[in-house]
């Protein structure tokens, strides 16, 4: 993506210390030299198969983003391992917290495993066609099914729509499966031409409502597919969304009560003639209570604060993270009790971390952010790509060296937009 909204698609060949970028194009028989500064995000290609990141979410206190397996804590550094960078050893005035457990879900649902799973409301799927794993609608479709929804899950799915053509897509969730033209409460996405809109529709009052309208044309999508990820909290009344692995924001139901459907519909609404599918359904049970941890008022900056997944609250010093014979280990001195917690991992939400009482000016907002899949974020001041690698440079860890197909997409930051037209 360049300034002023202009895209290329090919094959990055490499990105040099100042930002600029090689790339291979169909649209140039030679090699494309975009200068510093023309560029400003690039999204890489999908992985053919993600691993399950581990299940610990590091914060950094420059508010960068790090899936880590935790392996000890003492009075000086934590120490942690990453799937993308390998064993790091942090000091502990770099670290603003750690959120736990947060990808250890149930799941509830996935396939499509056959089209008799499915049904028109109470018919059999109107118009769906099963094939390689996937639903394929040629012409106006509709298939529904219920499902053991819990009041928090993950809603996974992938779109795909043919080339030159245009998607038209509507996936309901929560939905009550009640018959056709019936006002019922329920969510529902839908993306076509128009870009990608995530609505509440409600049995009372005003019966539709925009929770979030996102310009995500089908054109910045070269090999024809999105990716969707909804993690649905109906006990808070929000939804957290993501596209491709990369997160949307977070958007609150102003409804008085959130759906309580657990039904699943699918619609496509484009003509005959113009094949679309809906592939990789999964369903997640979702503890939405750890995003509310990581999000809340965490008391006295001063000191560290812990939270466990019975929301429990202390407030002290975390004296340390240690093996013992049934895992990891907590160890906690709380403000308000003589002897010291221990506190086993798994019963561990949240940790947030003191904050430092610095006084020294802060250091100058690095130029790139480099987007990891899942909910990795690392703004590193300066990134090299070659082959396989990429080799980077972050404030608080130092050196970093990634595979580079860890890497969702590369942005500059605000701070290095430049303030007039780039050279073209």
């Not at 509507?170 to 076509?192: E, I, N, S, T």
């Not at 596209?243 to 977070?250: P, Q, S, T």
């Not at 090299?384 to 404030?395: E, G, I, N, Q, T």
Request: glycine share 8%; with cysteine.
């Amino acid at each position: 993506m360049l300034g002023g909204g202009a895209r290329l698609t090919g094959s990055v060949r490499s990105i040099n210390e100042a930002g600029a970028v090689e790339l291979t194009s169909e649209l140039s028989p030679d090699l494309l030299l975009l200068k510093k500064g023309s560029v400003e995000k690039i999204e890489f290609s999908a992985k053919d198969s993600a691993p399950v990141p581990p299940s610990t979410l590091m914060e950094l206190a420059n508010g960068d983003l790090l899936h880590v397996t935790l392996e000890s804590l003492d009075a000086t550094k934590i120490t942690v391992l990453s799937p993308e960078v390998g064993r790091l050893e942090i000091p502990r005035p770099a670290l603003k917290g750690l959120q736990l457990g947060i990808l250890q879900r149930l799941l509830v649902y996935s396939g499509p495993r056959n089209l008799d799973e499915w049904t028109n409301r109470e018919a059999p799927a109107l118009n769906w066609t099963f094939e390689h794993h996937c639903l394929i609608a040629n012409g106006p479709a509709t298939a529904s099914k219920k499902l053991a929804l819990p009041q928090q899950f993950v809603l996974r799915f992938s779109l795909r729509w043919q080339a030159a053509q245009m998607p038209n897509f509507q996936v309901f969730f929560a939905d009550p499966l009640k018959p056709k033209g019936q006002l019922c409460d329920r969510y529902y996405l839908q993306y076509g031409g128009a870009g990608l809109e995530l609505k509440r529709e409600a049995s009372s009052g005003k019966r539709f409502i925009t929770l979030v309208q996102l310009n995500r044309n089908p054109q910045q999508y070269p090999e024809h597919q999105l990716q969707v990820e909804l993690r649905v909290d109906r006990k808070a009344s929000r939804i957290h969304l993501l596209l491709n692995g990369e997160r949307e924001g977070e958007f609150a139901d102003p409804s008085p009560a959130a759906p309580e459907g657990s039904g699943l519909t699918l619609v496509c609404n484009s003509p005959p003639g113009n094949p679309q599918e809906i592939r990789d359904i999964e369903v997640l049970e979702f503890d939405g209570a750890r995003g509310r941890h990581r999000a809340e008022d965490r008391g006295d900056p001063k000191t560290d604060s812990l939270i466990s997944r019975e929301d429990d609250r202390w407030s002290g010093r975390l004296v340390d993270i240690r093996k013992t014979g049934d895992g990891l280990m907590f160890r906690f001195k709380s403000d308000f009790q003589k002897d010291l917690l221990e506190i086993p991992v798994a019963d561990v939400s949240t940790v947030f971390f003191a904050a430092t009482d610095a006084k020294t000016p802060a250091p100058a907002a690095p130029p790139f952010v480099l987007r990891l899949h899942g909910e990795g974020s690392l703004r590193v001041s300066s990134c090299l790509f070659r082959d396989d690698s990429v080799r980077a440079v972050h404030p608080l860890l130092g050196p970093l060296q990634f595979v580079r197909k860890d890497v969702a997409a590369m942005e500059r930051t605000a701070a290095a937009m430049p303030t007039t037209p780039s050279e073209p």
